[in-house]
């Protein structure tokens, strides 16, 4: 199976993970499963795993919170003066995942957990409510300085001349 970033043919075998052979492209690095499972074997994960964090229409969720994360980004510490609101453990130390700080006249963020794409794909699927453009959305407007109601239309719209690369 060739690289959906760069198109390589060449891949080597990176790690096993929950009974799943990763490999990892050899020209650019990219990561994924292969072979990939088959949809219903994922569909029957997401909903063992996840399903229950996220709200159906019309419905509350029945787990509160939002599912763990699977790792972060390494970093060796939140910067000096910065908040950190959440962490991820990581080898018994706690990697910031979500830290804020002023920054002159505006506002930084930095948010480096690797899963948000669960939080959006898998609830999409099962045609379940997403918390992914509510967390983003809110990042990007408490960065910008946002105060103001929020219109829920789409501001930017694209489309791509393939399903995926």
Same mark, same amino acid.
């Given at each position: 199976?060739?690289?959906?970033?760069?198109?390589?043919?060449?891949?080597?075998?990176?790690?096993?993970?929950?009974?799943?052979?990763?490999?990892?492209?050899?020209?650019?690095?990219?990561?994924?499963?292969?072979?990939?499972?088959?949809?219903?074997?994922?569909?029957?994960?997401?909903?063992?795993?996840?399903?229950?964090?996220?709200?159906?229409?019309?419905?509350?969720?029945?787990?509160?919170?939002?599912?763990?994360?699977?790792?972060?980004?390494?970093?060796? %510490?939140?910067?000096?003066? %910065?908040?950190?609101? &959440?962490?991820?453990?990581?080898?018994?130390?706690?990697?910031?995942?979500?830290?804020?700080?002023?920054?002159?006249?505006?506002?930084?963020?930095?948010?480096?957990?690797?899963?948000?794409?669960?939080?959006?794909?898998?609830?999409?699927?099962?045609?379940?409510?997403?918390?992914?453009?509510?967390?983003?959305?809110?990042?990007?407007?408490?960065?910008?300085?946002?105060?103001?109601?929020?219109?829920? &239309?789409?501001?930017?719209?694209?489309?791509?001349?393939?399903?995926?690369?």
């Amino acid at each position: 199976m060739p690289c959906i970033l760069c198109g390589n043919s060449r891949t080597e075998r990176w790690m096993e993970k929950a009974g799943y052979t990763i490999v990892r492209c050899a020209a650019c690095g990219l990561g994924w499963v292969d072979p990939p499972p088959a949809p219903d074997v994922l569909a029957q994960e997401y909903q063992s795993f996840y399903a229950g964090f996220f709200p159906t229409k019309g419905a509350e969720p029945k787990q509160a919170g939002l599912p763990e994360l699977d790792g972060c980004t390494r970093v060796r %510490a939140a910067r000096p003066g %910065a908040s950190v609101l &959440a962490t991820c453990s990581v080898d018994g130390t706690d990697m910031p995942v979500l830290a804020i700080q002023p920054v002159e006249k505006g506002r930084s963020a930095v948010f480096t957990g690797d899963t948000t794409r669960k939080w959006q794909q898998g609830p999409r699927a099962l045609d379940q409510e997403t918390p992914f453009l509510r967390f983003w959305g809110q990042m990007v407007r408490w960065a910008a300085g946002r105060t103001g109601p929020v219109e829920a &239309a789409a501001g930017i719209t694209a489309s791509t001349d393939k399903g995926y690369y």
